[in-house]
């Protein structure tokens, strides 16, 4: 029998290949809640307008889950997105540079469902590769 940890994990295991890997921007009905609160991009809708921004941007993304915790209702995910810049970013034009970024995502869980949801990416390392300049510490 899973704990209520393991459940959790796989749940939002679950989502960030649907969502974010398979850019299924439907599965948010299956994996949110009805009261989901989204703390990084405004609301639902906001999450899936970055997540199409980003898919635009690199249609060859791919999110890799490099270490999750779960405690809780909470699951914290330490993940990298890599792809090429092929697409307009924000105002800017493709460079066709690759980019490789760590991200953080912390989820929390009610019911089986994500019901909230907050998020840290290193923009200043994707901006330096999409750019081709290095990083400033």
Known sequence: MQTLEQKNAALVSEFIESFWNRSDMESVDRFLSDDYRELSYQSREGLKQFAMKILG?????????????????????????????????????????????????????????????????????MWSQIRGTAAQG
């Open 57 to 125: 941007a690199f249609p060859d993304k791919r999110y890799m889950v490099e270490e999750m915790v779960a405690q809780g209702d909470k699951v914290l995910v330490r993940m990298t997105v890599k792809g090429t810049d092929e697409s307009m970013f924000f105002g800017t034009a493709p460079t066709g540079r690759q980019i490789d970024v760590t991200l953080y995502r912390q989820y929390r869980v009610s019911d089986g469902r994500i019901a909230e949801h907050r998020g840290c990416i290193d923009m200043v390392t």
